[in-house]
């Protein structure tokens, strides 16, 4: 199991994810107005793991620039249609990863990831690569499935999955590991919050700003 067989996975299940319906819509509805909070107009934003486009969608007309990226080219040619239907201003989508976003980019006032961090093989290196894209005191926003949180059947279970190509690579952490990896990759943590509707979902929206 590689980068690349993650990419495919994301492209075979591309239409499917981009047909199925928000869990909870609510919390997603709070976990974006949260995040328009904390941008300003003039921002260059990054997202990574961008799927389909919907999130950027819904930000990118309230900031100056906002680069969507996913890994799989499936997922970004879904969100170009959307792109076609819809232009914004400042938008565009690509596919890459976290390392594949150079200095030519320039450095970014904001980088989300939403549903992201979980996914990725080596998160003490991508954290590190986010560090490094970021301008002085940018925010790093990511909202991140904790698998270690949560009933521990489901970490069972993903192994399994994965064994049938029915599940990508998922990391397994609990929230204050998350925290602590962000914390060591040079950003202090400015809030901690839960958007879930109801109760906790165990997916930590966590603000970081850059030190």
């Given at each position: 199991?590689?980068?690349a067989?993650?990419?495919?996975?994301?492209d075979?299940?591309?239409?499917k994810?981009?047909?199925g319906?928000?869990?909870?819509?609510a919390?997603?509805?709070?976990?974006?107005?949260r995040?328009?909070?904390?941008l300003?107009?003039?921002?260059?934003?990054?997202?990574?793991?961008?799927?389909?486009?919907?999130?950027?969608?819904?930000?990118?007309?309230?900031?100056?620039?906002?680069?969507?990226?996913?890994?799989?080219?499936?997922?970004?040619?879904?969100?170009?249609?959307?792109?076609?239907?819809?232009?914004?201003?400042?938008?565009?989508?690509?596919?890459?990863?976290?390392?594949?976003?150079?200095?030519?980019?320039?450095?970014?006032?904001?980088?989300?990831?939403?549903n992201?961090l979980?996914?990725?093989?080596?998160?003490?290196?991508?954290?590190?690569?986010?560090?490094a894209l970021?301008?002085?005191?940018?925010?790093?926003?990511s909202?991140?499935p904790?698998?270690?949180?949560?009933?521990?059947?489901?970490?069972?279970?993903?192994?399994?999955?994965r064994g049938?190509?029915?599940?990508?690579?998922?990391g397994?952490?609990?929230?204050?590991?998350?925290?602590?990896?962000?914390?060591?990759a040079?950003?202090d943590i400015v809030?901690?919050?839960?958007?879930a509707?109801?109760?906790?979902?165990?997916?930590?929206?966590?603000?970081?700003?850059?030190?």
């Amino acid at each position: 199991m590689s980068t690349a067989s993650d990419a495919r996975f994301w492209d075979r299940t591309s239409s499917k994810y981009a047909a199925g319906k928000i869990a909870d819509q609510a919390g997603y509805e709070r976990t974006l107005e949260r995040t328009l909070s904390l941008l300003k107009p003039t921002d260059r934003v990054l997202e990574l793991g961008s799927g389909t486009g919907t999130t950027a969608m819904r930000l990118a007309g309230s900031v100056q620039t906002y680069l969507a990226t996913d890994i799989s080219r499936q997922m970004i040619a879904i969100a170009e249609e959307k792109y076609a239907a819809e232009p914004i201003s400042g938008l565009a989508f690509r596919t890459a990863t976290a390392e594949m976003i150079t200095s030519e980019d320039g450095s970014f006032n904001a980088i989300l990831g939403f549903n992201y961090l979980h996914l990725v093989r080596d998160l003490p290196g991508t954290l590190r690569q986010i560090h490094a894209l970021l301008a002085a005191d940018g925010l790093f926003v990511s909202k991140t499935p904790c698998v270690g949180d949560m009933n521990p059947l489901i970490q069972l279970v993903l192994p399994i999955m994965r064994g049938f190509g029915l599940a990508p690579y998922a990391g397994v952490f609990k929230t204050r590991d998350l925290n602590k990896l962000i914390s060591a990759a040079g950003f202090d943590i400015v809030a901690t919050e839960n958007h879930a509707t109801k109760g906790d979902d165990n997916r930590p929206y966590i603000i970081a700003r850059k030190r």
